[in-house]
């Protein structure tokens, strides 16, 4: 497939009961991706500093959001994120007046900035609520469901496919030339939010859309 | 739709006979360059320093590949994102270089560079690296070896495939072809 294999981006679902032994959790995540990316002769695509930009040359750290829930099982999901797509990904402080017509205007926009270089069709993860700090991530767990896995809120599941179809009319295509599938999927995540506050996050995700899960 | 056969290095009236929409399959030789090397390559252009490489005719593959198995010339070698690299873009196609292959939207500055100069921009599929990579016959590293996948390499190509996206005619393939799907104004 595609020469970026990414950051490692890993949800972990920690079961309550679970006791790791000998290390930590984010260190044993750090050894299996540097195993991976070298052994795997995967890109080795992270820089250690944003401004310096030194490659710290297997790939390390990754991304690590760890989840407590009930139960003695660890289940690791792993989305190896691509740059280009990454790149194109926004979000915005918008106000409760700016609602529903507001979240779809700033989706649509998105996507058709986005356009050849996110290359499509894409899917679009769509975080809404939360706070600055969380609605990227929501967005991005929204990458983690399969295609045509829709929200179990019917209000959502509808927004999702009226989205996914107002995304297809903007005619981009697959990889930008013109078409009439410019995304394969659009999924929402929401959280509470402030009662001042409509924080929305669009997480762009290439075709290239590689997710592996494992339970321990 | 009927492919055309590109030998490199590119002349003016093969460029003049290209036209966003034409599906290209090239052959001979293409330089691997992205984000670093094209700052290196600017850079040594400013203090008056000859470049590592004539690019007088030839064309930039915008890439940073995977490594090698043992046995394999090259990993999965795609196009990356082509816009990091308008900044450097006008001034390399004053040095002669005539295309350039990547993926997504120009500058307008790169774009009015391309009809100034008589160049052309190409995109391969994205995301269909490791296909590509079967087209690529010999790799080596002409200069940066320190920069990793992101030093400057000369591939030597068959039939490597592209679409010429900005021709230097003013010719613009992701805005032309996208207008005849395109069923709504977005809100």
Known sequence: MCQDTGTAVVFVELGQDVHIEGGLLPDAVDEGVRQGYTEGYLRKSMVADPLRRKNTGDNTPAVVHVDLVAGDRLRLALLPKGGGAENMSRAAMLTPADGERGLRAFVLETVERAGPNACPPVIVGVGIGGTFDTVGQLAKRALLRRVGERHPDPYYAALEEELLAAVNALGIGPMGYGGTVTALDVRIETAPCHIVSLPVAVNMQCHAARVGRVEL | ?187
């Open chain 2, 1 to 187: 739709m009927h492919a055309k056969h590109l030998n490199t290095p590119l002349s003016d009236e093969t460029v003049a006979g290209l036209h966003a929409g034409d599906l290209v399959l090239i052959s001979g030789v293409l330089y691997g360059a992205r984000d670093a090397a094209h700052k290196r390559l600017v850079e040594a252009l400013e203090r008056g320093e000859p470049l590592p490489a004539d690019l007088r005719g030839q064309i930039i593959y915008y890439v940073g590949p995977t490594p090698a198995r043992p046995g394999q010339v090259i990993g999965s070698a795609g196009p990356t994102t082509s816009v990091r690299m308008d900044p450097y873009t006008p001034t390399l196609l004053a040095q002669g270089l005539k295309g350039m292959i990547g993926k997504g939207y120009r500058s307008k500055a790169v774009r009015e560079a391309l009809r100034h100069h008589r160049a052309v921009y190409l995109a391969a599929t994205g995301g269909a690296g490791a296909l590509l990579a079967r087209c690529i016959k010999r790799a080596e590293i002409v200069a940066y070896p320190d920069l990793g996948p992101e030093a400057l390499f000369r591939f030597e190509v068959e039939a490597f495939p592209a679409i010429v996206v900005n021709d230097a005619h003013g010719g613009d393939l992701y805005a032309e072809g996208q207008q005849v799907y395109r069923r709504a104004t977005p809100a």
